[in-house]
């Protein structure tokens, strides 16, 4: 009865000592990898674990105006688990120049498509950064909105400029896309 007792207990400790030297990351389920929701778009790599950021890329529009320039950049704050769309955001640049001089004279933020229980906060700027550039400058703030208060969840900051003869760049929390 001993020996039974010392083999019995013996595969269970055996079987034991197999399960703790399984990897871990062998019960999680694979998560695909986040295909961006437009062609031509960027997957921000982001320090949160639940939101990402896609950033849409897009090329300048020219207004119909005599030495004025309007460019946007657009993108979404998404849920990682899921792809799934928590607010959409863009951010519009209008600038006048004439060879040797550059002036932003407008910055609209839009957002839309905000997802229920989150908010999205925009703060719209205008930088006179030199006579020969000038940027448009649009903060979004992702909030998760709770009982006991909204939580930051994500920030993104798009930045449109333009110099002194008409070209346009657009800059993303620190990516670059120039158009």
Not at 47 to 57: C, D
Not at 111 to 118: K, L, P, Q, R, Y
Request: aromatic share 10%; charged share 20%; glycine share 6%.
């Amino acid at each position: 009865m001993l020996k039974r007792l010392k083999k019995i207990f013996a595969v269970v400790v055996a079987a034991f000592m197999l399960c703790i030297a399984l990897p871990t990351n062998s019960f999680a389920t694979d998560i695909p990898p986040v295909e961006p929701v437009h062609n031509g778009s960027l997957i921000l790599n982001t320090n949160n674990p639940e939101v990402g950021i896609e950033i849409y890329i897009s090329n300048p529009i020219t207004t119909f105006a005599y030495r004025e320039k309007s460019a946007w950049q657009s993108g979404r704050f998404y849920l990682k688990s899921d792809n799934s769309t928590l607010g959409e955001f863009k951010t519009t640049g209008t600038f006048t120049y004439d060879g040797s001089i550059c002036n932003v004279t407008d910055c609209q933020n839009s957002i839309w498509n905000v997802a229920d229980g989150w908010r999205v906060e925009d703060t719209p700027s205008e930088e006179q950064v030199s006579p020969t550039l000038a940027k448009a400058v649009g903060v979004f703030n992702l909030y998760k909105e709770g009982f006991w208060g909204d939580t930051l969840s994500s920030s993104a900051t798009i930045t449109v400029s333009c110099n002194q003869n008409g070209k346009t760049n657009c800059e993303f929390n620190g990516d670059e896309a120039v158009n």
